[in-house]
């Protein structure tokens, strides 16, 4: 099958390409030439801005890819140029989008009250208010002002041309722009003693995916065609509280310390957590088990072992960009330490 991906050379698209090429595919990749690629031989290499697309479609209709997959199809112009240059030239699009989409996400960030029931399917009831990361003073890396993935999905869905979307939970992984594990990681190099969190966030559940299994379960949806027309969740199995994360991260990377939970009384009044920690942000991963036959390729230890070994070599330039905001000053942490025995 040929098949085309639009931004692969980031993140997740390396892995994505690299799976699709080992079940024997012919991959093509477009992307703009800014990142070191890094691609297995034979992959076919075009480069060019998606802004500019649609001027490129006399090319893509010369390689004529029977399956697109666009990583980085973030608002609703990119799903529009998306669709209008494919049309007519491939036989599916398969679109990257996030659980960022739920209702869910709302009431995480305070913009909604009431709680919904979790895990979240692929029916749940989505934001009702667009544009989520507008009223974000420091929006995450490399999203735009006008990000929106429900447009993204709507536009992608309503097409003539065949479409799949896949929901991403929060992923890590070696090159993982966002550093998930940098701020937990750096505690436990430092020796801390213990890792001080108030009693609600402990006890938070949210999705997270290795990207290596994220890019296996991409490279099935993209060559089933029983994904047509289908939504799926791709996400670890189990949703571990914040703690048992922590827990499981530390044990791993060989840290002798401990996560010590506090109620929020303990806490200075400072301190208040940014969301609404109520709310939990974990999906059912069943469909895609069991429609494309997806399981894990690397186990939920090996996952974080290998994050751990890159993080490690890997400290961003910019620390402060990746805190998390419920961890607390080294003093303070002392502080409250010692009054707990």
Do not use: C
């Not at 009250?113 to 979240?120: A, H, T």
């Not at 536009?155 to 003539?160: C, E, L, Q, R």
Request: aromatic residues 8%; charged residues 25%; neutral net charge.
């Amino acid at each position: 099958m040929k098949i085309l991906i639009i931004g692969g050379t980031n993140f997740i698209g390396p892995p994505v390409v690299r799976q699709l090429i080992t079940m024997g595919h012919e991959v093509s990749v477009f992307y703009r030439g800014k990142t070191t690629a890094n691609l297995p031989p034979g992959v076919h290499e075009i480069l060019g801005d998606r802004s500019h697309l649609l001027e490129m479609k006399s090319k893509f209709k010369q390689l004529s890819p029977q399956v697109v997959v666009d990583m980085i199809a973030y608002n609703q112009q990119d799903a529009l140029t998306l669709m209008n240059t494919f049309e007519g030239i491939a036989q599916r699009v398969v679109a990257i989008s996030s659980i960022d989409v739920y209702r869910a996400y709302d009431v995480l960030w305070g913009k909604e009250s009431d709680v919904i029931p979790v895990p979240l399917t692929e029916d749940s009831p989505l934001r009702q208010q667009l544009y989520p990361y507008r009223e974000i003073p420091s929006r995450p890396i490399a999203v735009p002002i006008d990000y929106e993935k429900i447009l993204v999905e709507q536009i992608v869905m309503a097409s003539n041309l065949p479409g799949t979307i896949i929901r991403l939970p929060m992923v890590y992984g070696s090159r993982d722009f966002r550093h998930r594990l940098y701020s937990y990681l750096r505690r436990m190099d430092d020796n801390r003693s213990a890792i001080v969190l108030e009693d609600n966030i402990a006890q938070w559940r949210g999705s997270y995916g290795y990207v290596e299994n994220v890019a296996y379960a991409i490279a099935l949806a993209a060559t089933n065609e029983r994904a047509i027309s289908r939504i799926y969740h791709v996400a670890d199995v189990e949703a571990l509280t914040e703690a048992q994360r922590i827990t499981k991260i530390g044990k791993i990377a060989g840290w002798q310390g401990k996560v010590v939970i506090v109620p929020k009384s303990q806490l200075p009044s400072e301190g208040k957590l940014p969301v609404n920690t109520q709310q939990d942000w974990f999906v059912d991963p069943t469909r895609i088990r069991q429609e494309l036959e997806y399981k894990e390729i690397v186990p939920l230890d090996e996952a974080l072992r290998r994050t751990i070994d890159w993080q490690r070599t890997h400290s961003p330039q910019e620390p402060q960009q990746f805190a998390v905001p419920w961890l607390l000053d080294y003093a303070i942490e002392d502080a409250i330490l010692s009054k707990f025995p």
